[in-house]
T-cell receptor
């Protein structure tokens, strides 16, 4: 079974600084997708960024980028120029076919 | 594009009572998911529908949980009878294709007292 591990229950960053959230996963498959979701207090899960495992190039979405290390099964999220609105729970997720598994999440606090 | 709609937003019930949650996915999304998110944890899949058929319900506690998706659109998740450990946020999500991420609703926060 695929498992997703987020080893940082909580992280804190100063506004305008950069923070990296860690995620590792376990799989024997070579074709899959990885995601980072943001969950603010409103509870709605919002897709932040997506990475296809067959692509070597790291995905980027404005201030959000990933460091995808397929051999190491690592998928970290970097948030640049952190903003107060980035404060939320962040979940890493692995998807193969219709099976999506989530990590336990990292709570990000942004200090003004 | 309208999002995934869920209701109610909050529900408080006593243990052994029954409760039902409703979900309306994004139009055209054939796949619908129900997740349970216990406080401090990531979402856990309860059941997955493809149109009106069940694809995966291996983690659904079938002695008390049931779900249906009539006509392949709206879905209802029911708990009967509820237990204290069922207190959680119940998230509904839908997706168009396997390469896509899911679109989630705002969830229903259930408190069982």
């Amino acid at each position: 079974a695929q498992t997703v591990t987020q080893s940082q229950p909580e992280m804190s960053v100063q506004e305008a600084e950069t923070v990296t959230l860690s995620c590792t996963y376990d799989t024997s498959e070579s074709d899959y997708y990885l995601f980072w979701y943001k969950q603010p207090p409103s509870r709605q899960m919002i897709l932040v960024i997506r990475q296809e495992a067959y692509k070597q190039q790291n995905a980027t979405e404005n201030r959000f980028s990933v460091n995808f290390q397929k051999a190491a099964k690592s998928f970290s999220l970097k948030i640049s120029d952190s903003q107060l609105g980035d404060a939320a729970m962040y979940f890493c997720a692995y998807r193969r076919g219709n099976d999506m598994r989530f990590g336990a999440g990292t709570r990000l606090t942004v200090k003004p | 594009e309208a999002g995934v709609a869920q209701s109610p937003r909050y529900k408080i019930i006593e243990k052994r009572q029954s409760v039902a949650f409703w979900c309306n996915p994004i139009s055209g999304h054939a796949t619908l998911y129900w997740y349970q998110q216990i406080l401090g944890q990531g979402p856990k899949l309860l059941i997955q529908f493809q149109n009106n058929g069940v694809v995966d319900d291996s983690q659904l506690p079938k002695d008390r949980f049931s779900a249906e998706r009539l006509k392949g659109v709206d879905s209802t998740l029911k708990i009967q009878p509820a237990k204290l450990e069922d207190s959680a946020v119940y998230l509904c999500a839908s997706s168009l294709a396997q390469v896509d991420g899911y679109t989630f609703g705002s969830g229903t926060r259930l408190t069982v007292v």
